[in-house]
């Protein structure tokens, strides 16, 4: 056998992808046969399926799975491990259903066995003869040993491009995989509007009835979801997203349901619409308010029958979905207002959860911006960024109309904008900060009805007035007053703001006789 064969066979070794490394494969082994017609088996839960095929009508043969019950050549090499010579028309073996299909039909089929190092087998591989004279092959022992061990060579090639691709396929669902992770790791909080939802998203995970995420925009309703998911026992099956208001009423119905090859102009194949993708795991539907109402009858039936209907498909197709939903939407109103299938809401609202907006966890805000901090910082190969205590009351007084999702923006913009490490209150951007401060009686200093700035009444208002007629003691004592409101009756802010450590303030205010009432939830 010629040397560049050999060596043909040896260079396979250095190509890593098994989809090139296969055509490649079998078009040397039908090159050194000079036949028509060749196809690549491997074995497949209890049957066999053909990987690639090459010459005429290979369409109809690549992607074939026959089933280890069924008499094929392929089958016997497989399971036997040893070469087989064919002449379909005189073999009981051969496998005749595909070959009925095949306008030429087969001649003659040499198959050899895929082997691995330990010489298991895992595979066949057929080359075979159309045309009506067969001399082309060399049937004789000698030869077809020869030809087994450049299939052996191959072979091993082939298993390990297999495998290398397997491992890159784990490592980027790992990937995938800590990134998710990462991604649930910022829907935390230590609020108690959160920690009673999160709550709630835990103990729907372990069922399978349907759940509706309602919040506005940027609470994190698709990290609910993929938390959801990831408690479930459907953790391992996909996880399929879908925004509901993003394309156009057609194409969501195509994207969700699929559709047969000729259904409308431009579908040159079938496509499995999400819920086929998702089967045994999840499908979240964001903004479900926005699906359009004559789509809703078609989800109604996802939910109650689990069948779904390609377009153009006259046939139903069953499939184990849950479906996860989401709204910043009062889908009740909706429902009174006829824009939205009252059956479908109740189908859908099984297990409803709310995640409240920023404004109501304040106390979450430096938690989840020093979470963003250092994970932008590490992202971008920075030291973190700190927040001094002025710059976070600032924060913590905004409206934050865009929730979670504006300050996770807030933290891209301080990694980079800043060029300092410490981010002072004149750093904030003003659509962040501008106009949305809490007014100062809300918070609990000035204002009628309020304490005062400097814990006197109206006095605050004409520092000669209130200056006059008082002692140091008196003065130092409205102070004290004055920065315990002003921070919450929080100890070791008002000592910062002071300017002295905390046990310093503490030892001063029980000298004033100033009493600390229980701390108040931050604003």
């Known amino acids: 056998m010629r040397a560049s064969v050999c060596e043909l066979f040896k260079s396979f070794s250095d190509e890593l992808d098994p989809g090139r490394l296969q055509v490649k494969f079998l078009q040397a082994l039908m090159g050194i046969h000079a036949v028509e017609r060749g196809s690549l088996w491997v074995r497949q839960g209890d049957g066999y399926l053909c990987v690639e095929a090459a010459g005429g009508e290979s369409e109809k043969v690549k992607g074939r799975l026959i089933g280890r019950g069924e008499r094929s050549i392929v089958g016997w090499v497989i399971e036997n491990g040893k070469v087989a010579v064919s002449r379909p028309g005189e073999d009981s073996r ?55 061990e450049l299939v052996d060579i191959g072979s091993v090639a082939l298993n390990n491009a297999i495998v290398y691709e397997r491992q890159s396929k784990a490592n980027a669902r790992l990937q995938q995989r800590l990134r998710s992770m990462g991604a649930e790791s910022e829907f935390v909080g230590q609020s108690q509007l959160f920690l009673h939802a999160l709550a709630q998203i835990r103990s729907y995970a372990v069922t399978g009835y349907p759940v509706l995420v309602a919040g506005e925009s940027g609470t994190g309703k698709e990290l609910a979801a993929r938390m959801l998911h990831r408690l479930s026992g459907r953790k391992e099956k996909p996880f399929v997203v879908q925004n509901c208001s993003a394309i156009p009423e057609t194409l969501l119905e195509s994207e969700l349901f699929g559709y047969e090859k000729g259904a409308f102009s431009g579908a040159v194949k079938s496509r499995l619409g999400l819920f086929e993708q998702a089967d045994g795991g999840s499908v979240f539907l964001d903004e479900i308010g926005e699906m359009p109402f004559a789509l809703q009858a078609k989800l109604l039936r996802v939910v109650q029958e689990g069948e779904v209907k390609p377009l153009g498909s006259t046939k139903v197709r069953r499939v184990d979905v849950r479906i996860i939903s989401a ?28 995640l409240p907006p920023l404004r109501q966890r304040v106390e979450d805000i430096p938690l989840l911006l020093m979470r963003f901090l250092r994970r932008e910082a590490a992202d971008n190969d920075l030291s973190p960024k700190v927040v001094p205590p002025e710059t976070m009351r600032i924060l913590t007084a905004c409206s934050w109309p865009g929730n979670v999702r504006q300050l996770e923006n807030l933290a891209k913009y301080l990694t980079v904008v800043v060029g300092k490490e410490v981010i002072a209150p004149n750093d904030l951007p003003p659509d962040v900060v501008g106009g949305e401060r809490a007014p100062l009686a809300e918070a609990g200093v000035g204002g009628a009805g309020g304490v005062s700035v400097l814990g006197l009444g109206a006095e605050a208002g004409d520092a000669l007035k209130f200056f006059g007629g008082k002692s140091w003691e008196d003065v130092e004592r409205a102070y004290a007053r004055y920065l315990l409101v002003k921070n919450n009756e929080n100890m070791t802010w008002a000592a910062e703001d002071a300017g002295v450590n905390r046990s310093t303030f503490v030892a001063r205010l029980k000298r004033l006789g100033v009493v600390v009432r229980s701390k108040r939830r931050r604003r």
Request: charged share 25%.
């Open 327 to 354: 709204t910043n939407r009062d889908l009740a109103e909706m429902v009174s207002a006829k824009q939205f299938r009252e059956d479908l809401f109740y189908r859908l609202s099984v297990l409803p959860v709310t």
């Open 94 to 148: 051969h496998y005749k259903a595909i070959e009925q299909e095949l306008a030429v039909k087969s001649k003659v089929i040499l198959a050899f066995p895929l082997l691995l190092k330990d010489k298991s087998v895992y595979g066949a591989v057929e080359v075979i003869e159309t045309g009506f004279s067969t001399e082309n092959l060399n049937l004789e022992a000698e030869r077809l040993a020869q030809i087994q």
